[in-house]
């Protein structure tokens, strides 16, 4: 799964992209109106739209993609999927007057385009869908997620977002004899011994215990303090928890890690695709990820060798004294209508479509033909199929109608349980970006024992405040 983007207030000003749109039919099966014409005499309906994570692995399946939309839809698209640069690239072409009917964004920049004016407010057109108001496809109380300052609602999601946690090498437990931990202390004990115990039988001491991408995600571990990462309002005042006093010990719990060389040296500069490596090459006993690549650890080692050993497997934060836990849901993913879309009828009939079953099955498993295949009822993957981990924008979806034919990746449902059981939604903002540099910039020092953990929140909350990014 991919770290959710975020934009800054400067980047808006500056920024550039497009997308553009032509509309047409309609999905009777997804909730649309249709039209009296005979088919011959129907305009084709097109779809221009901008996507992140969305579509085809490579740009020769993404031509395939939006092919198999058009197949199963009735509707043209055109599916823009830059490969970096989304934010600026989008909003560039925002501010250059680009039309274009649908949007995949996450929540902070949808609130960048709220802020703008650019977005079509969507309560009559979900109202009006019997499809997309049915509580069995999307959560009456998961709507507040995607509503803004005024009320609201902006975005219809794309996909049911999971959560991050703690994922260990429970093979690694397992032959260290070693309990899945609870309690900060236990989770120490549990890494020490990755380090130190040999787990992957090599006969050298050449593991580490812990490897994480920067500070993403150690919400499991902030849990231990009752700190919750993103902003939190207390009594009206905007506080950044990761950058207050309660989050000091764990600071120096992580710089103790690092001093005896459990965590992983190169933590501070990794990036999401260094940490996975780490953990799927038996160098670390433990990162810290989404739910949904639980299930990818063990479907990438399985299919590299059928008989492997290798065990990933989701965990539940450090508890606090208390025994609350603190574990953090992804910011939803929404499909957004521009106020300029030139056919927001038909951007709406494909949302339908995306949540049907037939999407599902799309968003999730592939194209039929490429990814998988079909005879007599019965689905089977092909290589590509097995190498996409049935992941095509949405490896999961909130549609409670449709089940999965090859139900899910091993080990996921049991992450995604702990996640919807304890799982909070992280409230960032536009001006996150910003907000992360001075937090990692102090936190990643003491974390590594270079200064007191005490001085970094310090020097946190006096940039934060000068900045206006708390009160």
């Given at each position: 799964?991919?770290?959710?983007?975020?934009?800054?207030?400067?980047?808006?000003?500056?920024?550039?992209?497009?997308?553009?749109?032509?509309?047409?039919?309609?999905?009777?099966?997804?909730?649309?109106?249709?039209?009296?014409?005979?088919?011959?005499?129907?305009?084709?309906?097109?779809?221009?739209?901008?996507?992140?994570?969305?579509?085809?692995?490579?740009?020769?399946?993404?031509?395939?993609?939006?092919?198999?939309?058009?197949?199963?839809?009735?509707?043209?698209?055109?599916?823009?999927?830059?490969?970096?640069?989304?934010?600026?690239?989008?909003?560039?072409?925002?501010?250059?007057?680009?039309?274009?009917?649908?949007?995949?964004?996450?929540?902070?920049?949808m609130e960048v385009l709220f802020d703008q004016g650019v977005l079509t407010p969507l309560d009559d057109r979900i109202k009006g869908s019997k499809f997309i108001s049915d509580p069995s496809i999307f959560p009456k109380n998961e709507w507040e997620?995607?509503?803004?300052?005024?009320?609201?609602?902006?975005?219809?999601?794309?996909?049911?977002?999971?959560?991050?946690?703690?994922?260990?090498?429970?093979?690694?437990?397992?032959k260290l004899g070693l309990q899945e931990p609870k309690m900060l202390d236990e989770y120490y004990n549990v890494l020490k011994a990755f380090k130190e115990k040999d787990p992957d039988g090599n006969g050298k001491a050449d593991t580490y215990g812990?490897?994480?991408?920067?500070?993403?995600?150690?919400?499991?571990?902030?849990?231990?303090?009752?700190?919750?990462?993103?902003?939190?309002?207390?009594?009206?005042?905007?506080?950044?928890?990761?950058?207050?006093?309660?989050?000091?010990?764990?600071?120096?719990?992580?710089?103790?890690?690092?001093?005896?060389?459990?965590?992983?040296?190169?933590?501070?500069?990794?990036?999401?695709?260094?940490?996975?490596?780490?953990?799927?090459?038996?160098?670390?006993?433990?990162?810290?990820?989404?739910?949904?690549?639980?299930?990818?650890?063990?479907?990438?080692?399985?299919q590299k060798d059928p008989n492997t050993t290798f065990k990933a497997k989701g965990l539940l934060p450090a508890a606090g004294p208390d025994g609350k836990i603190m574990m953090r849901r992804g910011e939803p993913n929404a499909w957004i209508i521009?106020?300029?879309?030139?056919?927001?009828?038909?951007?709406?009939?494909?949302?339908?479509?995306?949540?049907?079953?037939?999407?599902?099955?799309?968003?999730?498993?592939?194209?039929?033909?490429?990814?998988?295949?079909?005879?007599?009822?019965?689905?089977?993957?092909?290589?590509?199929?097995?190498?996409?981990?049935?992941?095509?924008?949405?490896?999961?979806?909130?549609?409670?109608?449709?089940?999965?034919?090859?139900?899910?990746?091993?080990?996921?449902?049991?992450?995604?349980?702990?996640?919807?059981?304890?799982?909070?939604?992280?409230?960032?903002?536009?001006?996150?970006?910003?907000?992360?540099?001075?937090?990692?910039?102090?936190?990643?020092?003491?974390?590594?024992?270079?200064?007191?953990?005490?001085?970094?929140?310090?020097?946190?909350?006096?940039?934060?405040?000068?900045?206006?990014?708390?009160?």
């Amino acid at each position: 799964m991919k770290k959710v983007m975020k934009v800054s207030l400067a980047v808006v000003m500056s920024s550039t992209m497009l997308i553009t749109a032509a509309c047409g039919n309609s999905d009777k099966s997804a909730g649309g109106n249709g039209d009296s014409q005979k088919p011959s005499e129907q305009k084709k309906k097109e779809l221009r739209m901008m996507v992140g994570t969305i579509g085809g692995k490579t740009p020769e399946e993404h031509e395939l993609f939006e092919k198999e939309v058009e197949r199963l839809s009735g509707i043209k698209v055109k599916m823009e999927k830059p490969a970096t640069g989304f934010n600026d690239k989008l909003l560039t072409a925002i501010s250059s007057g680009e039309k274009y009917d649908l949007i995949q964004v996450d929540r902070p920049l949808m609130e960048v385009l709220f802020d703008q004016g650019v977005l079509t407010p969507l309560d009559d057109r979900i109202k009006g869908s019997k499809f997309i108001s049915d509580p069995s496809i999307f959560p009456k109380n998961e709507w507040e997620q995607v509503k803004m300052s005024d009320g609201k609602i902006y975005g219809i999601f794309t996909k049911l977002q999971g959560g991050t946690m703690p994922i260990v090498r429970k093979d690694w437990l397992d032959k260290l004899g070693l309990q899945e931990p609870k309690m900060l202390d236990e989770y120490y004990n549990v890494l020490k011994a990755f380090k130190e115990k040999d787990p992957d039988g090599n006969g050298k001491a050449d593991t580490y215990g812990l490897s994480t991408a920067g500070l993403y995600d150690i919400q499991g571990f902030m849990s231990a303090a009752g700190v919750k990462a993103g902003y939190v309002t207390k009594d009206g005042k905007r506080t950044i928890p990761y950058a207050t006093e309660a989050a000091i010990p764990v600071y120096e719990w992580f710089a103790k890690l690092y001093k005896e060389g459990i965590l992983d040296p190169n933590f501070a500069t990794n990036d999401a695709g260094k940490m996975r490596d780490m953990f799927l090459t038996d160098r670390v006993g433990m990162v810290t990820y989404w739910d949904t690549w639980v299930g990818t650890f063990n479907n990438m080692r399985m299919q590299k060798d059928p008989n492997t050993t290798f065990k990933a497997k989701g965990l539940l934060p450090a508890a606090g004294p208390d025994g609350k836990i603190m574990m953090r849901r992804g910011e939803p993913n929404a499909w957004i209508i521009p106020a300029n879309s030139p056919d927001p009828k038909t951007a709406m009939e494909f949302i339908e479509f995306w949540s049907t079953e037939k999407g599902n099955v799309l968003a999730t498993l592939g194209i039929e033909g490429h990814d998988y295949t079909v005879k007599d009822g019965k689905y089977e993957l092909t290589q590509d199929g097995k190498d996409h981990n049935l992941d095509h924008g949405a490896p999961y979806v909130y549609n409670t109608n449709w089940t999965n034919p090859f139900g899910s990746l091993p080990g996921v449902k049991e992450a995604k349980e702990l996640v919807m059981k304890y799982g909070t939604v992280e409230t960032t903002g536009k001006d996150w970006k910003d907000i992360e540099k001075i937090i990692n910039n102090y936190a990643l020092q003491a974390m590594q024992g270079k200064i007191p953990a005490s001085e970094a929140v310090s020097k946190m909350n006096q940039e934060l405040k000068a900045a206006k990014f708390i009160d």
